[in-house]
């Protein structure tokens, strides 16, 4: 059956790959997994240091670090510039992890990209399909979107730098019963093209795939004493499952969601900060590293 959270069940069969019960915590329906995620992470910061001053985490640093909340339905999935994200009730993965670098979250961006590769990677594995990345944080499959990231670091006021962040991912893997709502539905998709209470999506070995991949991919690079948060071959990864090759045409909306001051430009590539860099129609070279971008035509590749 689709509905295959059972809490007592999922923890006993999720804790022997992520060694303590007590990182995860499974949730029938809430408002949104990032804003737990969230407060819980505030509240660790309150009440003790989670790094050294060396960098290295404090026990309460590691004690949060991998945290993992998932949920089956969300009232509130939040996606990126205050919008929503469409969570209904145990058709999609709904899940937020509370990341705590050595010395503090560095590059936000990084974090996202090394996500939505481990993503893609988990993706491959568990379906057997080929997803693809619309820079900045979405995944698409045929066309449509069918995932979104949300990495949003939380401040330490009283050191003045950023000790951790939560990064959220939201799956559609069986499209609703009812169809995607009308504002989403020409571009929202979902892995599997339709809907069934007899299909297994295999939700329990897609989290465990997702959250290995991006834990290991992260601690690899930071056992190596690098403060970044995406790797080399991980940014090479992400360019070439990245929709936006170089020579792209694309429209870009600095503030996301508004029609104020967009202009077109062409894709020159993605820099090691996960930045997009553009050329303007006036000939005038841009780094993105925030704002929103929408393809010129929906035939981007020929691989979805």
Same mark, same amino acid.
């Given at each position: 059956m689709i509905n295959n959270f059972s809490p007592v069940m999922d923890i006993e069969s999720l804790k022997d790959t992520f060694l303590s019960k007590e990182k995860i915590h499974l949730y029938g329906t809430v408002s949104s997994t990032n804003i737990l995620a969230r407060e819980a992470l505030e509240k660790a910061i309150k009440e003790a240091p989670l790094h050294h001053h060396d960098g290295n985490l404090t026990q309460q640093g590691q004690n949060l670090h991998g945290t993992i909340f998932i949920a089956e339905q969300q009232t509130g999935g939040k996606g990126r510039q205050g919008r929503s994200f469409f969570s209904p009730q145990a058709t999609g993965l709904y899940m937020s992890l509370i990341i705590v670098p050595p010395h503090g979250v560095t590059n936000p961006a990084g974090l996202t990209a090394t996500m939505a590769v481990a993503t893609c990677q988990a993706l491959e594995k568990i379906y057997n399909i080929t997803p693809a990345i619309k820079w900045v944080n979405d995944i698409f499959y045929n066309r449509k979107k069918v995932g979104?990231?949300?990495?949003?670091?939380?401040?330490?006021?009283?050191?003045?730098?950023?000790?951790g962040a939560v990064i959220g991912i939201g799956l559609n893997i069986l499209p609703p019963p009812q169809g995607f709502p009308p504002e989403i539905e020409s571009i929202a998709g979902a892995i599997f093209p339709t809907y069934s209470e007899e299909k297994n999506p295999l939700k329990k070995e897609?989290?465990?795939?997702?959250?290995?991949?991006?834990l290991h991919l992260l601690e690899s690079l930071w056992n190596q004493d690098s403060q970044n948060h995406a790797s080399d071959d991980v940014m090479e990864e992400y360019r070439n499952r990245c929709l936006m090759k170089p020579g792209t045409k694309i429209k870009v909306f600095p503030v996301a969601g508004s029609q104020e001051n967009?202009?077109?430009?062409?894709?020159?590539?993605?820099?090691?900060?996960?930045?997009? @860099?553009?050329?303007?129609? %006036? !000939?005038? @070279?841009?780094?993105?590293? %925030? !704002?929103?971008?929408s393809l010129q035509s929906l035939n981007f590749t020929n691989s979805l």
């Open positions: 979104g990231i949300l990495a949003e670091g939380v401040m330490d006021s009283h050191k003045g730098y950023i000790p897609l989290v465990v795939a997702i959250v290995t991949n991006f967009a202009y077109t430009a062409t894709c020159l590539g993605i820099d090691q900060q996960a930045r997009l @860099q553009v050329i303007t129609e %006036s !000939g005038q @070279q841009k780094f993105l590293d %925030s !704002g929103e971008v």
